[in-house]
């Protein structure tokens, strides 16, 4: 039998959870962007799911804000070693959106407004571990931090959930993205360590 026993009401939730090595906590909201923030009107927005064979999924903002949003309570840790706790997103869960793509494909590529890129295994963004997320704390996700929307893939380092995204290749084969090009992991998973080629 499990006993587990709770903290006296009040306490941080946070304290005392484990980190992934080498991580340290942070209550702010660090802004990482490889290049300028890319403003894009909800009116052109955009997300697109392109298959191996080419055929192209398309939703607009107004589509996107039609499909089913799920709360997302996570944390979420970044390679530049600062995690962040029980943060709150709303957000599409990507098996809505590849429910009805048909692909032989196993690896993905996030591609972003601005030209960022960052490859995943397709699985890592199905069965609830990924979403297009597009508010933060019960508010529009700030265009600093991805807005109008980001990729949201939480168990993975943060540079794989890719801000203002604009669509996913699926690909036969893997490819490396704009970090992982430059020495970052291919897979990147905080709770391994793999922050750079060969952790
Ligand atoms: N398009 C785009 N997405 C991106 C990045 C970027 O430079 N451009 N940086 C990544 C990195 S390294 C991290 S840690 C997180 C940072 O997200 P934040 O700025 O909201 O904290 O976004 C990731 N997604
Ligand atoms: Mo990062």
Sequence with gaps: MN?????????????????????????????????PTPRIPLDAWEFTVTTEQG??????????MGLAAESITTDI??????????????????????????????FAMALSYGGYTTNLPLEDLLDGKAWIAYQYNGEDLASEHGGPARLLVPHLY?????????????MLQDSPGFWEQLGYHDYGDPWREQRYQGD
């Design 3 to 35: 006993i587990i026993t709770r903290g006296f009401r009040g306490r941080r939730r946070d304290s005392g959870r484990p980190l992934p090595p080498g991580q340290y906590l942070t209550h702010d909201f660090p802004v990482l962007s490889a290049g």
């Design 55 to 64: 055929e192209r999924h398309r939703w607009s903002w107004t589509e996107l």
């Design 77 to 106: 840790h970044c390679v530049t070693r600062w995690s962040k706790l029980d943060t709150d997103w709303r957000g599409v869960s990507l098996d809505t959106l590849l429910s009805n793509v048909a692909t032989e494909a196993d």
């Design 158 to 170: 943060l540079w794989k959930s890719a801000k203002w995204i604009r669509g996913i290749d699926l």
